[in-house]
């Protein structure tokens, strides 16, 4: 995480917007969405079980979000219409609760979760 917060200008001064606020509502957004059976964390490497990187990363771009959130789908879920509908939530949530413009969601599908 960085210190890099998106700022929304007011009539008083400066909001500064945590990226684990925006992690956040993302997370939530996602879960929302039919066919998400939950989020996947990613290991990276040799030392994976010491360095996991969160299912969702927020990246600030001159006051602009990019998210990029990975997802273990329900099995039988459509990925392309669920990963739609995870973009559009995820873009109107965090807009609407924020103030901040989302550029970019993006969409990794990282697992399925099959019934046993």
Not at 31 to 45: C, H, S, T, Y
Not at 91 to 103: A, D, F, P, Y
């Amino acid at each position: 995480m960085s210190n890099d917060y998106p700022k929304k200008p007011v009539s008083h001064g400066v909001v500064r917007i945590s990226e684990n606020v925006i992690r956040s509502i993302a997370t939530v957004a996602a879960k929302e969405i039919d066919g998400v059976a939950d989020l996947a964390i990613q290991k990276n490497g040799i030392l994976a079980a010491f360095r996991r990187s969160e299912p969702v990363t927020v990246q600030v771009i001159n006051d602009m979000v990019e998210i990029t959130v990975r997802l273990i789908l329900e099995d039988g879920a459509r990925l392309t219409v669920v990963a739609e509908q995870v973009q559009e939530n995820i873009k109107e949530n965090v807009q609407s609760m924020t103030g901040v413009i989302v550029s970019k969601v993006h969409v990794i599908a990282a697992g399925i979760a099959y019934e046993k």
